[in-house]
């Protein structure tokens, strides 16, 4: 079992960066790839980035490629998302999560495992 739980959300102008984190607990939680989605309201949760437990493959979202880095230390048993150039569309709820499975996909429903989210507010 996984439990996950996200912090370093905030208010943020426009072009400003913040660094999430999610702290994990769990014995396995080494060998799990481990996500980040964003749900705006009204919209549905989206991806955002992908890493496998290695930390050797990633995986982004075009809306995010070269502005957004995912990263993770085991030892300390956290994955980071690194937002730099923040831009109001951006705003979300972003949330944490574990694949069991080892996977680094784009599909929320590939995830069995997730955090209660982080929101992050960008302003204009």
Not at 38 to 57: C, D, L, Y
Request: net charge positive; with cysteine; charged share 20%.
């Amino acid at each position: 079992q996984v439990q996950l739980e996200e912090s370093g959300g905030g208010l943020v102008q426009a072009g400003g960066s913040l660094r999430l984190s999610c702290a994990a607990s769990g014995r396995m939680f080494s060998r799990y790839s481990l996500g980040w989605f964003r749900q705006a309201p009204g919209k549905e949760r989206e991806f955002v980035a992908a890493i496998m437990w290695s930390g050797t493959a990633r995986n982004y979202a075009d809306s995010v490629k070269d502005r957004f880095s995912i990263s993770r230390d085991n030892g300390k048993n956290t994955v980071y998302l690194q937002m730099n150039s923040l831009k109001p569309d951006d705003t979300a709820i972003y949330y944490c999560a574990a694949d069991a499975n080892m996977g680094i996909g784009s599909k929320a429903s590939n995830y069995e495992y997730w955090g209660q989210g982080t929101q992050v507010t960008v302003s204009s």
